[in-house]
């Protein structure tokens, strides 16, 4: 292998000590390579050092106090998009996540943040104002206002919007042409109905006996908490509404509950692993209370927030007292089409006529390892032509913050994935991620490339109940 030059520390004592349990994980990796192609990073680039088993080397380096985070070594850590591709590949099921958000948590408590830095206004908006919808939905209200009066171009072409930090244009970029002023909250609890809360009452009482009755006599009803998400409850607010229609009529009650907070998705990714674990304690105190009554699921229909859902247990596996309810957690959280190929939803009424291609989201297909579901839910639909995508399971770019951080290769990536969409013909992408949607879209726009994605909910949704709903 060929990794950039690496400084030893002077003292030969380690930079950062790596937790036992992800120190194992390092040492469990044989080099055999079979991560390189799934690597984002290194397809782009060729290099070891932008390589999972090249970055496992230094981050092993760092540990071990053979190199010193000299700015090429962080560099190489600072590049990787935690996609987890390589976790998919990786024969000895080396848990890499752990390896990279250990190393950033460790590096950020000595000071080292991402050479990139993002600059103070741009870092409050993501940590003050992104992760809170109310406060979001104000920030946008100046921008929804312009859309609607049908002057927001106009002051895009005076060139306005350059007088902000980089990072802050790129989020502007991001904003799609039109949306609600001010989207609704979304009730906090929404009983089942329809066809589908019949046959769940059925089966219940049926194939659960006696231990599926309540004590009047009424069969019990399967309860799932819904996350509505920070950015999704704002921006795709539609999708969210469509979703819970969706689970309701598989005889599902749903509790959305308006305290529950950001997943913990940002702060995870980026080495602020308190603030991640602050969030999962607030959202499990919610879902899984004590003395109360606790959800049967916990449902997202945000590939990157469940996948951080899915790992409550792992980020607070060392807190007595919320460790076991925290496990207890992940194990009840479900992707919406996990739930919807599970549960009997009506029937598929309604033709959708359109062609289009999936772009498996990452945090789907290699944290989730959710892969099924959503192509035999979209097999379902009369009229969808689904054609196959090259390199589908590759990451687009977005990667939560990745692509304002990191926009030379957020931007390289998403013109790979949009040309493997562009040769499928497609009329419309789907994907299961806001923000593969979101980037995907800019990205074309930015290139004079009309792209619609579209999250496969919004399709289910429409041969479910036609168009007027």
Known sequence: MSLAPATPTASGRPSLHLDARTEAQAMSCV????????????????????????????????????????????????????????????????????????????????????LQRIDPLSRWFLMSVLIHPRRLKLAMLPAR?????????????????????????????LLPDHGALWPRRMPERISAGGVGAMLAALYKTAVLGRSGITRDGRPKRTVAGFLTGCVGSVLGND?????????????????APRRQQCCGAIHQHNGEMQSAQKLARQNIDLFLPVNGRQVDYIISNISGCGATLREYGSILRDDPKYAERAEEFSRRVRDIHEILAQFEL?????????????????????????TEAPKKLLGRIQGLQ??????????????????????????DLAERKLRNIEETQADICIAANIGCAMHLQAAAKSRGRPIRVVHPVELIHQAVFGNDR
């Open 239 to 255: 999708v969210n509404r469509k979703s819970v229609d969706l689970i309701a009529s598989c005889g599902i009650d749903i509790f």
């Open 31 to 114: 080099h055999c390579g079979l991560c390189l192609p799934a690597c984002p990073t290194y397809l782009q680039t060729g290099h070891e050092g932008e390589s999972p088993r090249g970055r496992i080397d230094l981050m092993r380096g760092l540990s071990n106090g053979i190199i010193a985070p000299t700015q090429s070594v962080r560099a190489h850590l600072d590049s990787c998009l935690d996609c987890r591709g390589c976790e998919t590949a990786c024969p000895s099921g080396v848990k890499y996540h752990e390896l990279i958000e250990e190393t950033r948590t460790r590096l950020h408590a000595r000071g080292l943040a991402p």
């Open 346 to 370: 009506p029937p598929f009424s309604y033709p959708v006529k359109v062609t289009g291609t999936y772009h498996e989201a990452c945090h789907l297909v290699h944290a989730q390892k959710v």
């Open 145 to 173: 206002l312009l859309q609607r009066i049908r002057l927001y171009n106009s002051v895009r072409r005076l060139r306005i919007f350059e007088m902000l930090p980089p990072e802050l244009q790129a989020m502007e970029k």
């Open 386 to 411: 689904l054609l196959p995508l090259t390199e589908a399971d590759l990451c687009c770019g977005a990667a939560g913050t990745y692509n304002l951080t990191q926009p030379k290769m957020a931007g």
